[in-house]
């Protein structure tokens, strides 16, 4: 059974750009997590997906969205990228809505120069 | 915002013995789970307990959860070199359900 697969593993980008990150769920997984991980802040969660629906949201700007599609994919977009979003950035799925143990995927990891 | 605490923030052992790490939470939860991470790569899923349990095993893992204290423990036991990894408690709140981590604990295990 595949993993939790996350592209691109490396991203090099400049401030006010923006960014897609994939994130392809374990097989039947309906639930997709993302998480944005720094030394500073460690794992501050962004958004949780099931079925197409944004289920919760974490405190972050309205820069950092999301979204899932009808095969459980997952797509992170930031937009006008700063410097503070250089980070970790971590997709789980799930096979039921919140609560469940989560598989990770092993991350875009994300620098803004 | 993180929901648990974590302590120790590191710890060093010598392989053989035991590690123990704790952590604390603040609000109301629906389970806690444990999970580790190698060298900031995904985080593997070890061990999850609910709300209503107050032990559970996993081979060398050994997990306590005592909800009037809103704390938990990991203990792994005979600890290898390959324990050696960052170590996260996660709530799963039991209002909205969302997973929050804490801060993390930075295991060594010495040969």
């Known amino acids: 059974k595949a993993g939790v697969t996350q592209t691109p593993r490396y991203l090099i980008k400049t401030r006010g750009q923006q960014v897609t990150l994939s994130c392809s769920p374990i097989?039947?997984?309906?639930?997709v997590s993302w998480y944005q991980q720094t030394p500073g802040q460690g794992l501050q969660f962004l958004f949780e997906?099931?079925?197409?629906?944004?289920?919760n949201k974490g405190n972050f700007p309205g820069r950092f969205s999301g979204r899932q599609f009808s095969n459980s994919r997952s797509e992170m977009n930031v937009s006008t990228l700063e410097l503070g979003d250089s980070a970790l950035y971590l997709c789980a799925s799930s096979l039921l809505e919140g609560g469940s143990g989560y598989t990770f995927g092993s991350g875009t990891r994300l620098t803004v120069v | 915002s993180q929901q648990g605490e974590e302590d120790p923030q590191a710890l060093s052992i010598q392989e053989g013995e035991n590690a123990t790490m704790n952590c604390s939470y603040k609000t109301s939860i629906n389970n806690l789970q444990w999970y580790r991470q190698n060298s900031g790569r995904g985080l593997v899923h070890l061990i999850l307990?609910?709300?209503?349990?107050r032990e559970k095993h996993s081979g060398r893992l050994r997990v306590t959860l005592d909800t009037s204290k809103k704390s938990s423990s990991l203990l792994i036991t005979a600890s290898r070199a390959a324990d050696t990894a960052s170590y996260f408690c996660?709530?799963?709140?039991?209002?909205?359900?969302?997973?929050?981590f804490g801060a993390g604990t930075t295991v060594t295990v010495r040969a």
């Open positions: 997906y099931f079925s197409e629906t944004q289920r």
């Open positions: 996660a709530t799963v709140s039991s209002n909205d359900y969302k997973l929050s």
């Open positions: 307990i609910r709300s209503n349990e």
């Open positions: 097989s039947g997984h309906r639930s």
